[in-house]
Nanobody, 130 residues
Framework: QVALVESGGGSVQAGGSLRLSCTLS????????VGWFHQAPGKEREGVAG???????TYADSVKGRFNISKDNAKDTLYLQMNNLKPEDSGMYYC????????????????????????WGQGTQVTVSS
């Protein structure tokens, strides 16, 4: 049984930092790809960062240089470190995953559509005030 558990998020002022966590279970040795999605109020979910279990990462232009994915293998947990946050970064953040076998060859392509991920976390709220 595959599952994702998210944590982190909160409220910060512009320029501040937050770290989101996504703990995965149930994938075993099959590998996976993971995407972080941002959903602002009234807008569709947008992929902002992606990770493939082969070690590849990708970032949306809007967060490049500010967001970074890291992984704790012992805990099967991925982290999204978000620095220099801006008010437009506010919204819900979702962690999503898919079995490696079903992922696109490029994590950037995989991240291009939320429908390409089969498992979703519960989401966490990020609020950045100006």
């Amino acid at each position: 049984q595959v599952a994702l558990v998210e944590s982190g998020g909160g409220s910060v002022q512009a320029g501040g930092s937050l770290r989101l966590s996504c703990t995965l279970s149930g994938y075993g040795a099959q590998g996976y790809c993971v995407g972080w999605f941002h959903q602002a109020p009234g807008k569709e979910r947008e992929g902002v960062a992606g990770y493939d279990s082969d070690g590849s990462t990708t970032y949306a232009d809007s967060v490049k240089g500010r967001f970074n994915i890291s992984k704790d293998n012992a805990k099967d947990t991925l982290y999204l470190q978000m620095n220099n946050l801006k008010p437009e970064d506010s919204g819900m953040y979702y962690c999503a995953s898919e079995f490696k076998l079903l992922c696109r060859a490029s994590i950037a392509l995989q991240l291009s559509s939320a429908s390409q991920f089969g498992e979703w976390g519960q989401g966490t709220q990020v609020t950045v005030s100006s």
